[in-house]
């Protein structure tokens, strides 16, 4: 059972460049998220989606945006690139709707923009 | 905003003894508290989640106590283990009805175990 699955692992950027960050869960949960960690900042949330067809903004939204392709599937986009996106990136999924807000995350993207 | 945050952000202990990590809360309206460990290089890990209608809460070698009266959350880990080293992180949740149910995360505290 893969749980959460994101792609890339790594990824180095420069400025300006786009790129997508895909997230899967094979867990059939409604809600997926996107979090960004930094060092000393914990983690915050960039944006969520809590079912099929709905996403909402989060924490810290700016330069992102987000596409629910289906209940499986939660990509993040870059369009623009900046250096003060540098971070790591965790998608992570629940079953929120159903009163059980214990989030299971990915392993990660590490993203660099120079 | 609300904010949860950590008492102490590192934390040192002797393989074998018990460790303690506390969290502060301010938010009185939260309702749903979690703990995570996350080690290097992974993504976070479920310890064990509490309701605000309880105070306690026991798993596999961890304990989870609530104190609603001064917003504190406390995760107790026995017999640390070096396999425990990590950075723990607490968080809380509102009711969905309010804010949407999202989890709020504290800053972390990252224990290390000694051998």
């Known amino acids: 059972n893969a749980g959460v699955t994101q792609t890339p692992k790594f990824q180095v950027l420069k400025t300006g460049q786009s790129m997508t960050l895909q997230c899967a869960q094979d867990?059939?949960?409604?809600?997926m998220y996107w979090y960004r960690q930094d060092p000393g900042m914990g983690l915050r949330l960039i944006y969520y989606?809590?079912?099929?067809?709905?996403?909402d903004k989060g924490e810290v939204p700016n330069g992102y945006n987000v596409s629910r392709l289906n209940k499986r599937e939660f990509s993040l986009r870059l369009e623009s690139a900046a250096p003060s996106q540098t971070s790591v990136y965790f998608c992570?999924?629940?079953?929120?709707?159903?009163?059980?807000?214990?989030?299971?995350f990915g392993s990660g993207t590490q993203l660099s923009v120079l | 905003g609300e904010s949860v945050g950590l008492h102490l952000p590192t934390l040192s202990v002797q393989e074998g003894d018990n460790s303690i990590i506390n969290c502060a809360y301010s938010?009185?309206?939260?309702?749903?508290f979690i703990w995570y460990k996350q080690e290097s290089g992974k993504g976070p890990q479920f310890i064990i989640d509490?309701?605000?209608?309880?105070d306690k809460r026991q798993g596999q070698r961890v304990t989870v106590l609530l104190n609603k009266t001064v917003k504190h959350l406390s995760l107790q880990i026995a017999a640390t283990q070096p396999g425990d080293s990590a950075v723990y992180f607490c968080?809380?949740?509102?009711?969905?009805?309010?804010?949407?149910?999202?989890?709020?995360f504290g800053q972390g505290t990252e224990l290390s175990v000694k051998p």
């Open positions: 992570a999924s629940s079953d929120r709707d159903r009163g059980l807000e214990k989030l299971f």
């Open positions: 989606s809590a079912s099929e067809g709905t996403t």
């Open positions: 867990m059939n949960h409604n809600s």
């Open positions: 509490i309701r605000s209608n309880m």
């Open positions: 968080a809380e949740s509102t009711p969905f009805y309010n804010q949407g149910g999202k989890l709020i």
């Open positions: 938010n009185s309206a939260s309702d749903y």
